[in-house]
């Protein structure tokens, strides 16, 4: 009687409000453990210099895998079994909006790799456009240098000096 009363009382968006907010704790830990399980995917493919054993990093990876399903199970037991009946079909809508994000996301995610990708090449054709540049700017310096050394021992030579004592 008191609970009904209670429900009552309560002001429906805030019941939802809180719904909300409860499943988002719940989702922000899944993403979190996520993210661990896409790091540690991550650097499986690069060589390991750590000291655990290759058998000690898989479990870690199964517990975590695990932990993730049964996060997810209970996540959609509790949309679906506990959820009010005025959201409707909660996790139907939620799953399809899931799947909307994640397509966006790799789509993103492409993006902005293709992006990063274009100013490294971007960066490094900067870079041989530079060298190219300094090589001839430093031939042509080197030729410079050399003409001005031959025409400085060309005046300083016996020769040209007894050329020069005759002509005048």
Request: proline residues 2%.
């Amino acid at each position: 009687m008191q609970r009904v009363q209670q429900i009552a009382k309560a002001d429906p968006n805030d019941v939802f409000l809180t719904i909300g907010n409860d499943l988002g704790l719940l989702m922000d830990e899944y993403d979190k453990i996520g993210k661990a399980f896409i790091q540690q995917e991550a650097e499986a493919k690069v060589v390991y210099t750590g000291t655990e054993s290759i058998g000690k990093r898989a479990l870690a990876r199964v517990i975590i895998r695990s932990r993730l399903d049964a996060m997810l199970a209970e996540l959609r037991e509790t949309m679906v079994y506990q959820a009010p009946p005025e959201l409707g079909a909660l996790w139907t809508k939620y799953e399809a909006m899931w799947k909307q994000i994640v397509i966006e996301q790799d789509e993103a995610h492409k993006r902005e790799t293709a992006r990063l990708q274009q100013e490294r090449l971007d960066r490094h054709r900067l870079m041989r456009k530079r060298k190219e540049y300094a090589t001839w700017y430093g031939a042509i310096l080197f030729v410079v240098m050399w003409f001005l050394a031959v025409l400085v021992l060309i005046r300083e030579s016996q020769t040209y000096r007894s050329l020069s004592y005759y002509v005048f």
